[in-house]
């Protein structure tokens, strides 16, 4: 059975950081190029950023350019999003997913709330 399970997420004031953590398993994680995403309520969920096996190729959404990085450590099967600078329009849901092909799968975690006050 596949999980993923994020964790890190909290309430901070704007400018602060936060490190998001997601640990796979059920699924060779050193496999799959990887992405994070987020979701607000009524709202769809949105990419974020991704990374591919190896940790060499990287991209961001435009919002988040610059503030956030994305990183992974395949020995442990976990991936990470480093982000800086946070801002009140950053508060959301964040999810992490495994990309198959040009697609990304759909067996999402429970998430982990990030709120960002001004």
């Known amino acids: 059975q596949v999980q993923l399970v994020e964790s890190g997420g909290g309430s901070v004031q704007t400018g602060d950081s936060l490190r998001l953590s997601c640990v796979v398993s059920?699924?060779?994680?050193?496999?799959?190029?990887m992405g994070w995403f987020r979701q607000t309520p009524g709202n769809e969920r949105t990419f974020v950023a991704q990374?591919?096996?190896?940790?060499?190729?990287?991209t961001y959404t435009d919002s988040v350019k610059g503030r956030f990085t994305i990183s992974r450590d395949n020995a442990k099967s976990t991936l990470y999003l480093q982000m800086n600078n946070l801002r009140p329009e950053d508060t959301a849901v964040y999810y992490c997913?495994?990309?198959?092909?040009?697609?990304?799968?759909?067996?999402w975690g429970q998430g982990t709330q990030v709120t960002v006050s001004s």
């Open positions: 997913q495994t990309k198959w092909g040009n697609n990304w799968l759909s067996d």
């Open positions: 059920g699924r060779v994680f050193s496999n799959y190029p």
């Open positions: 990374i591919n096996i190896s940790g060499t190729r990287k």
